[in-house]
């Protein structure tokens, strides 16, 4: 007998978030970028090559902005200096501050936004690898750039190696700087901002940051303009992959709870059903929290002698 649903409410599974399936996967995907910009560091001689490549190919087709973003920079200490905390911070801070509001506001775009983050930087780990880069602040002064982080240290908490406190600077990979996670993260965050924030604000705010976070990066002198768009080339493949990874995670998950059907249904506030089909209850009893999803909003089964077609009684729910 087919499933019966009540006119305008759709029947979808239980695909509810977590806080606490979603928090340890977030911390897993951090740490693998964070070992992902140390495989690379000691490639010291092809860095230098990579990096001087990207600028000869910057000055031939003159789009090499880093240079005057970076003179004007180490010139203006009113600019530098916040240009430093910007990129010093904001990185760390608005991206998990918009992946929190997602969860907590709009859950239904949540899921689909954080594996196309995620996706993302898998593959500028990929880049970090491959293609370990010296970013323009350590190239030989010949070439005319000038650290604002070193220059400026003294007004924040990092030293003269990148944005890591000082004394951890050895922990970073200062060479991994194709593609610009600093641009891709940030124009992820706009889009997010722009699609779903409500506000006038909020979709100001998804077209500033991006693109400060773009002029901030090449003015510190620690990504070429091409980093930045590798970035946001990133950015377009995860999102083009997301989709197929959204799926391949799905199916593995459904082997799992098939495999695992006791454990998938044992998560916190989850309680798998210990009433047998065959046992039944008073017509008034409840149990407690027990509940057919089928009917959201409040909304009623209609009156029949069976229910979903078991042949078992209504009242033995």
């Not at 740490?31 to 001689?45: E, F, K, M």
Request: aromatic share 10%.
């Amino acid at each position: 007998m087919p499933q019966t649903v009540t006119p305008g409410i759709e029947a979808v599974p239980d695909t509810r978030l977590r806080w606490w399936t979603e928090l340890p996967l977030i911390f897993l995907v951090y740490a693998c970028y964070t070992a992902g910009r140390l495989l690379a560091r000691s490639d010291v001689a092809g860095a230098v090559d990579h990096g001087l490549t990207i600028l000869r190919i910057e000055k031939v087709l003159r789009i090499n902005a880093e240079h005057p973003l970076n003179r004007l920079f180490t010139s203006e200490a009113w600019l530098g200096v916040p240009a430093d905390f910007w990129y010093a911070s904001l990185h760390y801070v608005i991206t998990p501050a918009v992946l929190v509001w997602l969860f907590r506001t709009h859950a239904v775009r949540y899921r689909a936004a954080r594996t196309w983050l995620m996706t993302s930087t898998f593959i500028g780990l990929i880049g970090f690898t491959l293609l370990p880069t010296c970013p323009p602040r350590l190239l030989a002064e010949s070439y005319g750039f000038v650290d604002t982080m070193a220059q400026y240290s003294s007004y924040g908490w990092w030293g003269g190696e990148a944005s890591a406190p000082r004394g951890m600077g050895g922990m970073t990979n200062q060479y991994a700087a194709m593609p610009s996670l600093h641009v891709g993260w940030a124009l992820w965050c706009g889009v997010m901002l722009w699609r779903h924030g409500r506000t006038r604000t909020a979709k100001t705010a998804g077209v500033v940051y991006p693109l400060v976070t773009t002029i901030v990066v090449m003015g510190t002198a620690n990504h070429y303009f091409l980093d930045a768009v590798a970035g946001a080339a990133v950015m377009g493949v995860g999102l083009l992959l997301a989709p197929h990874v959204t799926r391949v995670a799905e199916r593995a998950g459904t082997r799992l709870r098939a495999r695992f059907p006791v454990v998938a249904g044992d998560a916190p506030g989850t309680h798998a059903s210990i009433v047998s089909a065959g046992c039944q209850t008073s017509a008034g009893e409840h149990i407690p929290r027990q509940r057919d999803s089928r009917f959201a909003g409040g909304a009623e089964p209609s009156a029949s002698p069976t229910d979903a077609g078991d042949g078992a009684p209504a009242a033995a729910r």
